[in-house]
């Protein structure tokens, strides 16, 4: 029996987690049954490129992530031609820009099935009006062309049927998997790593660092944690803050970081190859992300054992229990993210309970082995004709 012809299209291909989820799951997917193929945009990095190993790449010059009217025409025909090029059985996209553009060049060449995957608000409450309704009609317009979607976090579902984008039965949540035995065996050894990260950071060993992962960009909303950072550390001398990520915002937050008198108490880390231990290293975990599908790096955190802060952003509810494994705080709202990390600090006792009870339950929902099987599972069904039914009807 020949395999079936898979084609996962993502607007580029960087360190983050959309992009690791993709990485995961193209190379992840069972290779008797599935010939898989992985088309992103630019920029592409070329660290994420290399990961690719089973399958096969394809770079797509003119899929980018702003919004170009003419080189936005032009990915689409370059899409188009990879597809009726490779004649797929199943196009699965991720992302705005290749999920509007690829469903749309999926349907135009008469591809059998169209997978979407959301890993955030396209149209989330931080946009303009007018900015919001034209990414609302866009994504309601490419569901008319979808079969299926799969959703990172129950929130993000929610949002999509309550905006009336698709039919409710279109939907399924598959949780982005990672390698949860990596955060485990770090959360086993969190003394070494709390040493090996003061001693990167060149910090004397007794001090307390507030940490967070995040690409830098504005959306990431590091701005805001360094805003807490400025009423903390004046009361908090041995207090210090560290992020790990790179983006082309790096720049603004490092003007930011010298305009409060920063420079000794807020490290940016960069690129981290080894999260887990980063994390395992921390004392605190902060998101202060303005949007997202569900973070990740909140579920790590909890694995390794951290109490987390968190703006309240799609999917915090799903992971962080108010008051017992951390505190969620209204977006934007630095007083209240100072003052939860602040309540934190005072009381060591109170984080150390919050980060044990944080570890529990976390980690089987998430193993990369659940998500592969989950979207293989979604594959068969489509592949199979059979009634395709959203997993979270009774």
């Known amino acids: 029996m020949s395999r079936v012809r898979v ?3 993502i607007t580029r291909l960087i360190t983050g987690g959309a992009d690791e ?7 992840g997917l069972d290779q008797a049954r599935f010939d898989v193929t992985l088309a992103a ?3 592409s990095e070329e660290e994420m490129i290399s990961r690719v190993r089973s399958a096969e790449f394809v770079l797509v ?3 980018q992530r702003e919004l170009r009217p003419i080189k936005d025409l032009r990915a689409f025909i370059e899409l188009a031609r990879i597809l009726k090029r490779g004649k797929y059985d199943l196009v699965h996209t991720h992302e705005a820009k290749a999920g509007i553009l690829g469903r749309l060049a999926a349907k135009w060449v008469g591809t059998p099935i169209v997978v979407h995957t959301l890993h955030g608000i396209t149209f989330h409450r931080h946009l303009t009006p007018p900015v919001r309704l034209l990414y609302l009609y866009l994504e309601k317009l490419a569901a008319k062309f979808t079969d299926a979607f799969l959703c990172v976090g129950e929130d993000l579902r929610r949002t999509y049927v309550t905006n009336r984008v698709g039919r409710p039965e279109q939907y399924r949540v598959v949780r982005s998997g990672f390698d949860v035995s990596r955060f485990e065996r770090a959360a086993r050894e969190r003394e070494k790593f709390r040493r090996e990260l ?3 950071l060149n910090l004397p060993k007794n001090v307390t660092i507030v940490g967070t992962v ?3 960009e504005f959306r990431k909303g590091v701005q805001f944690l360094i805003d807490a950072a400025s009423k903390l550390c004046p009361r908090w001398p041995h207090l210090h803050f560290a992020v790990a990520g790179m983006g082309d915002y790096r720049p603004s937050l490092e003007k930011l970081v010298a305009e409060h008198g920063l420079q000794d108490r807020f490290h940016f880390v960069g690129f981290v190859d080894r999260i887990e231990e980063y994390l395992a290293g921390l004392d605190l975990f902060a998101l202060s992300s303005l949007w997202e599908g ?3 790096a909140l579920v790590q955190a909890g694995i390794v054992g951290l109490p987390v802060v968190t703006f309240d952003v799609e ?5 962080v229990r108010d008051g017992e494994t951390g505190y969620i705080v209204p977006s934007r709202d630095v007083d209240a993210l100072a003052e939860r990390l602040e309540r934190l600090l005072r009381n060591p006792a109170l984080a150390e309970k919050m980060g044990r009870k944080a570890q529990r339950g976390l980690a089987r929902e998430w193993e990369i082995g659940k998500m592969i099987r989950d979207v293989e599972e979604v594959y068969a069904e489509l592949l199979d004709g059979r009634t395709w039914q959203s997993c979270n009807e009774s």
């Open 315 to 319: 999917g915090a509810w799903e992971v």
């Open 41 to 43: 945009g630019v920029p």
């Open 21 to 27: 989820n993709t990485l995961l799951t193209v190379e």
């Open 7 to 9: 084609l996962h299209i």
């Open 214 to 216: 995040a690409r830098l």
């Open 61 to 63: 010059p003119n899929l």
């Open 294 to 296: 569900l973070p990740r």
């Open 198 to 200: 003061r001693k990167r």
